[in-house]
């Protein structure tokens, strides 16, 4: 594989871990669209993607899991994430689901990144007969 001067760093590490999909595909298996439209919501306050300033999610959306909102896990490579739990986000799921690794037990963990400028955010987590969440990366959203 050849990796061009015009691919996104996300590009080239979903190409190398065999999770590329083409954008440009609706029907695409792996892509979601944005889950809410939180720009219609009520609540002012929001989190915003720190490198482009998309809104993300509110406050009003931050959950529980595990008995607190705030975790703090290392990927098999050693990387520490601080993370927030919430139940709304305005992110694209680019790829898909894996049990393997993950820091929520029965739960499948989903890359998601935002659909302004795809910087990597965080995490979608499923699992059969519980409310999906998304764990976003403390770090990389600004309060407004």
């Given at each position: 594989?050849?990796?061009n001067?015009?691919m996104?760093?996300?590009?080239?590490?979903?190409?190398?871990?065999?999770y590329?999909?083409e954008?440009?595909?609706?029907?695409?298996?792996?892509v979601?669209?944005?889950?809410?439209?939180?720009?219609d919501?009520?609540d002012?306050?929001?989190?915003?993607?720190?490198h482009?300033?998309q809104?993300?999610?509110?406050?009003?959306?931050?959950?529980?899991?595990?008995?607190t909102h705030?975790?703090?896990f290392?990927?098999?490579?050693?990387?520490?994430?601080?993370?927030?739990?919430?139940?709304?986000?305005?992110?694209l799921v680019?790829s898909?689901a894996v049990?393997?690794?993950?820091?929520?037990?029965g739960?499948t963990?989903q890359?998601?990144v935002?659909g302004?400028?795809?910087?990597?955010l965080?995490?979608?987590?499923?699992?059969p007969?519980?409310?999906?969440?998304?764990g976003?990366i403390?770090?990389r959203?600004?309060n407004?």
């Amino acid at each position: 594989m050849r990796l061009n001067k015009t691919m996104s760093l996300l590009d080239a590490i979903l190409i190398l871990n065999g999770y590329y999909f083409e954008q440009s595909d609706p029907d695409a298996r792996y892509v979601s669209k944005k889950s809410h439209d939180l720009h219609d919501s009520v609540d002012r306050e929001g989190l915003y993607c720190k490198h482009c300033s998309q809104l993300i999610t509110h406050p009003s959306s931050a959950v529980e899991v595990n008995g607190t909102h705030h975790h703090v896990f290392a990927n098999p490579e050693g990387i520490s994430f601080e993370i927030g739990v919430y139940e709304r986000a305005e992110c694209l799921v680019v790829s898909p689901a894996v049990l393997e690794h993950t820091w929520f037990a029965g739960y499948t963990w989903q890359i998601v990144v935002c659909g302004g400028c795809q910087l990597h955010l965080g995490w979608k987590y499923n699992k059969p007969g519980s409310p999906a969440f998304y764990g976003l990366i403390v770090d990389r959203l600004v309060n407004k």
